[in-house]
């Protein structure tokens, strides 16, 4: 049956009219995947409402059928097994979608044949067949049910015809019609062919319609939401290029408020000295033969000092400038401690010009523990504290050698002017002088040179100092334990200031 039906619904004639009824829907590729497994889920719980429903309302007929009318033992089986079978379609868990719509199917079928043949050709029983054509058509699809709306013509006109020529013989009349000639028959299963195809195609095209209709509307959620989230992520990166703009911005605006700085400062500290130079040099060449060794002496020395102080300005400035080569000139070699502070603290001796000013304390030659470190780069942390202590101080120094169970410490402690409280936690940063050192020259680059050398050895270096007029106390601290070659902090470096 379903391959006769298959070809006919294949012919030529028969695929311009159904085209013609059902106009091919154009098939979108971006349509929402998740629109035919919802209609499935819908069809399904439809399926299983229609079900049950009919088995309730079938086990209420059967029970007034069954005390109202007496039906013949066969005829009560028949319709037994049609609520029994209703009833397994319509409460089984087990069931696919497929198989029940079947089952239903062949149920409302076998129903519909015994109601005609047991009353006629009554419009009750013709409403059986047209159910169970409805029926086939929403859970089948287009093709069964037209094949539905044959079987169903076929057999109202068979049946009929064997009732007509006396062959079958209705057992119950009261719901029957008169008698029917054969043309009043072929014309009653005309009429209600008509009807069922009438029906099948409007039922079709509405169904079709609101599945276009919803999947246009899924679709149009579904851009919406794409839209929304493409909206959501250009936002988001537009904020991102604002904070890095801004970011961009803000560290324009810090490095050139620090070239500000750096200019400033060093127009300020560089004429001092250079002055002084020009001074001293004007004097004895106008006045050097008017004046004593002594006087000349003590011009000479002005300027030896001055060119001194201009050295050392040049070296802080090149030192900021070139800050990134000195991570690789760090050359970290172990030694013992002891032997270690001896020798820092000879270098430290013989290269400082007031070297009676600076009161040692050094480790017990007992101290056999070793240090990892380099020698040059700890020496020029130190010289930057010494001479800062010697600068910012009239009395002595204290240079102090002391180790702890993970440590060696080197503390570098003055009488001077200190550092104003609030002032402490900026005392490392590039630039930064304490306002109580105004008058005293510098460029404000040494405590940050030794901070970044320290970083660069896994070194720690901080300031104490119990505020302005009471002297400060500088901290160096290494770790004792054994480090490899490559534990240095290469990660750090003084940043260029272009």
């Known amino acids: ?190 009429d209600w062919t008509f009807v069922a195809m009438f029906l099948s195609v409007s039922i079709t095209a509405v169904f079709n319609a609101m599945q276009t209709a919803w999947t246009s509307e899924r679709r149009a959620l579904h851009l919406l939401q794409q839209r929304t989230e493409q909206l959501e992520a250009s936002l988001a990166r537009e904020t991102q290029l604002a904070n890095a703009l801004q970011v961009s911005l803000d560290r324009e605006r810090e490095l050139s408020e620090m070239r500000s700085r750096i200019i400033t400062t060093i127009s300020h500290e560089f004429r001092t000295p250079l002055t002084i130079i020009n001074n001293a040099l004007g004097l004895l060449k106008k006045y050097s033969e008017r004046m004593t060794p002594e006087k000349k002496e003590r011009y000479f020395n002005h300027m030896c000092d001055s060119t001194e102080q201009l050295r050392t300005l040049i070296e802080d400035v090149e030192t900021v400038g070139t800050g990134s080569t000195i991570m690789n000139t760090i050359v970290p070699e172990r030694m013992p401690m002891a032997q270690f502070c001896k020798l820092l603290n000879q270098q430290m001796i013989t290269q400082s010009q007031a070297a009676d000013r600076v009161q040692v304390t050094l480790l017990p030659e007992s101290e056999n523990r070793e240090i990892y470190a380099d020698m040059i780069a700890v020496y020029n942390i130190m010289h930057q504290l010494v001479d800062n202590a010697l600068k910012f101080s009239d009395g002595n120094v204290m240079l102090r050698y002391s180790t702890n169970e993970t440590n060696l410490q080197i503390d570098v402690c003055d009488q001077g002017i200190g550092i104003p409280t609030e002032e402490q936690s900026r005392i490392f940063e590039l630039l930064e002088r304490g306002t109580n050192a105004e008058t005293i020259s510098g460029l404000g680059v040494g405590l940050y040179i030794a901070k970044q050398v320290a970083n660069l050895m896994n070194a720690n270096i901080y300031a104490t100092s119990l505020g302005e007029g009471l002297g400060s106390c500088f901290t160096l601290c290494f770790p004792i334990e054994s480090q490899k070659a490559d534990g240095i902090n290469h990660s750090l470096f003084i940043e260029t200031v272009a």
């Open 1 to 190: 049956m379903k391959s006769i039906v298959d070809l006919f619904l294949k012919h030529r004639m028969v695929q311009f009219i159904l085209n013609f009824i059902f106009p091919p829907l154009e098939i979108d590729p971006n349509q929402d995947p998740d629109v035919s497994p919802i209609l499935q889920q819908a069809r399904e719980r439809i399926l299983i409402a229609m079900l049950r429903t009919a088995f309730g309302l079938g086990a209420i007929i059967y029970a007034i059928a069954l005390i109202g009318v007496g039906m013949p033992s066969g005829v009560f089986l028949i319709y037994t097994f049609i609520l029994l079978f209703t009833g397994y379609i319509a409460l089984s868990r087990k069931l696919a979608f497929q198989n029940r719509a079947l089952y239903g199917a062949i149920m409302l079928l076998v129903l519909s044949v015994v109601e005609l043949l047991n009353f006629g050709i009554s419009d009750d029983s013709r409403l059986y067949f047209m159910t169970f054509t409805m029926f086939v058509l929403i859970f089948r699809g287009i093709r069964a049910g037209m094949g539905a709306v044959g079987i169903s013509a076929t057999s109202i006109y068979l049946i009929g015809l064997a009732v007509l020529n006396g062959d079958w013989a209705v057992p119950y009349s009261f719901f029957n019609h008169a008698d029917l000639s054969h043309p009043e028959l072929v014309t009653l299963v005309a």
